[in-house]
């Protein structure tokens, strides 16, 4: 499976971004696809996931209430909308998926999209 991510960009603190995550391959039910994020000088970090079967989503307590995570089945997609940002969450954006639940870390992970940078300006 290849993920492909897009959407990244710069913004000014307050602002949105959608980041979008494509699989080329199918995606088993008890999957669970997301995003990592990776600011300067700082270890890769779980953002956010939801289960491929149930649709079940899971935050970190950073971003709860900004971000939503959401996917189509059918386009084998993965979104994550990103509201009120703020410069602390600033860092390069992985798609993630894995056969589990990749909330659990890195170790979890079985794929890796390439990163799409995030800027947010104060």
């Known amino acids: 499976v290849q993920l492909q991510a897009s959407g990244g960009g710069s913004v000014q603190a307050g602002g949105s971004l959608r980041l979008s995550c494509a699989a080329s391959?199918?995606?088993?039910?008890?999957?669970?696809m997301g995003w990592f994020r990776q600011a300067p000088g700082k270890e890769r970090e779980f953002v956010a996931a939801?289960?491929?079967?149930?649709?079940?989503?899971y935050y970190d307590d950073s971003v709860k209430g900004r971000f939503t995570i959401s996917r189509d089945n059918v386009k084998n997609t993965v979104y994550l909308q990103m509201i009120s940002l703020n410069p602390e969450d600033t860092a390069v954006y992985y798609c993630?998926?894995?056969?589990?639940?990749?909330?659990?870390?890195?170790?979890?992970?079985?794929?890796w999209g390439q990163g799409t940078q995030v800027t947010v300006s104060s």
């Open positions: 391959g199918p995606i088993s039910s008890r999957a669970s």
């Open positions: 993630a998926g894995g056969g589990g639940r990749i909330d659990y870390g890195l170790a979890y992970v079985s794929y």
């Open positions: 939801i289960s491929w079967g149930a649709g079940t989503t």
